[in-house]
């Protein structure tokens, strides 16, 4: 089990590298969302603009600027380290492939170990 859980893990460490590195922060905001929000089983979660810039290799006014134009487009609402996703669907098309290869490697883990301890 624990070897699931760390190819897991390194799965999104790889893919996040490699997004970091490739595609747009809009795309890579929308990501790190959607996969914190998977994580909480919650569409409102606490997070900063400051750890999310850090997270995204970015800076936290960019980041700021960016989740700025997801509130404008009604994706999410966001109020002092607060945020809630407002369109998961939305959200999920203004993400880049990289958020549906972390998910899937994520629920085979979760579907793997739901299994071994039932």
């Not at 747009?24 to 790190?32: G, I, P, T």
């Not at 606490?46 to 850090?54: F, I, K, V, W």
């Not at 290799?57 to 960019?62: D, E, I, L, Q, V």
């Not at 369109?87 to 203004?94: H, S």
């Amino acid at each position: 089990m624990a070897l699931r859980y760390v190819q897991a893990q390194l799965v999104q460490v790889i893919q996040s590298a490699g997004c970091n590195a490739t595609h747009n922060l809009e795309q890579r905001l929308a990501r790190w969302l959607l996969i914190c929000a998977d994580r909480a089983h919650s569409d409102t979660f606490e997070m900063s603009h400051e750890y999310l810039a850090q997270m995204l290799g970015a800076s936290r006014p960019t980041v700021s600027i960016t989740a700025f134009i997801l509130k404008g487009r009604q994706l999410i609402e966001y109020n002092h380290g607060l945020i809630h996703i407002l369109d998961v669907a939305g959200l999920e098309k203004v993400a880049c492939e990289c958020y549906q290869v972390i998910k899937e490697h994520l629920n085979n883990y979760a579907e793997f170990e739901s299994s071994i301890t039932a």
